[in-house]
Antibody, heavy 124, light 109 residues
Framework: QVQLVESGGGVVQPGGSLRLSCAASGFTFSSYGMHWVRQAPGKGLEWVAFIRYDGSNKYYADSVKGRFTISRDNSKNTLYLQMNSLRAEDTAVYYC?????????????????WGQGTLVTVSS | DIQMTQSPSSLSASVGDRVTITCQASQDISNYLNWYQQKPGKAPKLLIYDASNLETGVPSRFSGSGSGTDFTFTISSLQPEDIATYYCQQYDNLPRGFTFGPGTKVDIK
């Protein structure tokens, strides 16, 4: 069965950095695009970033462009989100999620499996 | 950018009631619209994809319809386990990503 397990969340000061990981299992990780989606406390869902199945294309929400970097290691079945220059408004639960269609090249479509999320708190 | 609105923002209904949520896009998105259910403290769960297709394993009391700018999500007979917040999500099939609606919180009366 598909499993996505995020880790790496925690408390960080404004301006600091954090790297999130998402360990994937139960499917051929290297065939599927992956997303990060976040949810601020008590708020709605916000798409953050997408990476193509082979890592060759990446897309970002305007709110994180230039500060966050999505990457993947297909040999380790792991997705990453490097977050730099963190701001208070980046405080959220961060979810990784899977595209159901293999080899899709665009940040499109539904998200059929989600991890349980990891909480990032940006505070001094 | 495409903006999504949902209505109502919250509703309260009785067990067995028919519940309808609407989602409107600021421009034509064809059928590129998905619906998710999120229970408190849990990750979202995909219910409906491409406006009207029921995800595998999702009960048939859930349905979706619409195209273009106006979409509808329906629970034909509300059950206690359906208490959750429901989000629509658009994707315009361009590379740059997608947006979620603000959500509709569903409670039992």
């Amino acid at each position: 069965q598909v499993q996505l397990v995020e880790s790496g969340g925690g408390v960080v000061q404004p301006g600091g950095s954090l790297r999130l990981s998402c360990a994937a299992s139960g499917f051929t990780f290297s065939s599927y695009g992956m997303h990060w989606v976040r949810q601020a406390p008590g708020k709605g869902l916000e798409w953050v970033a997408f990476i193509r199945y082979d890592g060759s294309n990446k897309y970002y929400a305007d709110s994180v462009k230039g500060r966050f970097t999505i990457s993947r290691d297909n040999s380790k079945n792991t997705l990453y989100l490097q977050m730099n220059s963190l701001r208070a408004e980046d405080t959220a639960v961060y979810y990784c999620a899977k595209d159901p269609r293999p080899y899709r090249v665009a940040a499109a479509g539904p998200l059929d499996y989600w991890g349980q999320g990891t909480l990032v708190t940006v505070s001094s | 950018d495409i903006q999504m609105t949902q209505s109502p923002s919250s509703l309260s209904a009785s067990v067995g009631d028919r519940v309808t949520i609407t989602c409107q896009a600021s421009q034509d998105i064809s059928n590129y619209l998905n619906w998710y259910q999120q229970k408190p403290g849990k990750a979202p769960k995909l219910l409906i994809y491409d406006a009207s297709n029921l995800e595998t394993g999702v009960p048939s009391r859930f349905s979706g319809s619409g195209s273009g700018t106006d979409f509808t999500f329906t629970i034909s007979s509300l059950q206690p386990e359906d208490i959750a917040t429901y989000y629509c999500q658009q994707y315009d099939n361009l590379p740059r990503g997608f947006t979620f609606g603000p959500g509709t919180k569903v409670d039992i009366k």
